[in-house]
């Protein structure tokens, strides 16, 4: 593990930009860097920090900061991908997918800090994309171990994986409603038209909750389990985050936050999300009441 001693860069009250890596310490003149394009982020269960996986040099890398920006930790340095973060419940751990054991992903798991890093699955498929339940008793992901990538579960100790989905095309990224009681994800059926889905959390009543417009991605939950936040194209003007209520009668564009990939905070008062695209993209956190009128 390396601790950069580095300050992700200040809050900017106005804009809730997070600029990625000012200098090597704080205060010190700043050093070139190689772009850095963030993946995804994930809140810590008591929202006082945020875990993403970005790719400087080639090389992704799992970190985590204070939700102002500040404290910036380097929790993996290996030359293998390690990415797609989630935290266990009582914040103490950090599941995350990584091929350095392997041509295919795999998930680990380690402390908070970095240190004792455990490998979960041993399959000779592909495993990522790792989601903590919220009762702490089983960790969701997908697998191309049977043919194309669907959703599984498993004990957090990688014992019992147990395959939820039989459906068309690949799934991606689930994540746990706030009760447990439903898993959210989105499909690539290959038609550039990715959707959004919930299912129950043992696999069954699939629905199509975007229509079938647009490309949909990376959807997750608002902390009262009423709303789904997800990015989509569907107006034509690049990734915009969208609020969709629960039972998909009511979709809301929010143009204030250009984003591929957002995430409410637990406590339901921020949203953090990334701007830009590849190859240099920036965390942003913004507060709820400023692109909605009414917080969850």
């Not at 809140?43 to 945020?50: H, M």
């Not at 500040?70 to 103490?92: H, I, M, N």
């Not at 991605?217 to 997800?230: A, R, Y």
């Amino acid at each position: 593990m390396k601790k950069d001693a580095c300050i992700l860069g200040s809050l900017l009250v106005a804009l809730g930009v997070l600029s990625p890596f000012a200098s090597e310490v704080a205060g010190a003149p700043e050093k070139p860097r190689g772009a850095m394009f963030h993946q995804e982020i994930a809140w810590s269960p008591d929202g006082t920090r945020i875990s993403f996986t970005a790719n400087r040099e080639e090389n992704w890398d799992v970190f985590v900061m204070k939700a102002d920006g500040s404290q910036v930790t380097r929790l993996t340095e290996d030359p293998a991908q390690d990415r797609y973060t989630t935290w266990s419940p009582d914040g103490k751990k950090i599941a995350f997918s990584s091929n350095r054991e392997g041509k295919q992903d795999d998930i680990y798991v380690m402390n908070a800090d970095g240190s004792g890093v455990t490998r979960l699955t041993r399959d000779p498929g592909r495993d990522t994309a790792p989601a903590w339940s919220p009762d702490g008793k089983k960790i969701a992901f997908v697998s191309n171990r049977e043919g194309t990538l669907q959703i599984y579960s498993m004990a957090p100790d990688g014992s019992n994986p147990v395959r939820l989905t039989k459906m068309e095309g690949n799934l991606y990224n689930p994540v746990w409603s706030p009760d447990g009681s439903r898993l959210v994800f989105y499909t690539d059926k290959g038609d550039s038209k990715d959707q959004v889905y919930v299912i129950q959390a043992d696999g069954s009543n699939p629905v199509l909750m975007t229509g079938g417009a647009g490309h949909n991605i990376f959807p997750s939950w608002s902390p009262d389990g009423k709303k789904i936040l997800f990015s989509s194209d569907r107006e034509g003007s690049g990734n915009t985050v969208h609020l969709l209520d629960v039972d998909a009668s009511h979709l809301t564009p929010l143009p204030g936050l250009k984003s591929f990939f957002a995430r409410w905070s637990p406590d339901g008062s921020r949203i953090a999300y990334i701007s830009g695209s590849y190859p240099a993209t920036e965390i942003h956190v913004v507060p709820v009441g400023s692109v909605l009128l009414t917080p969850p």
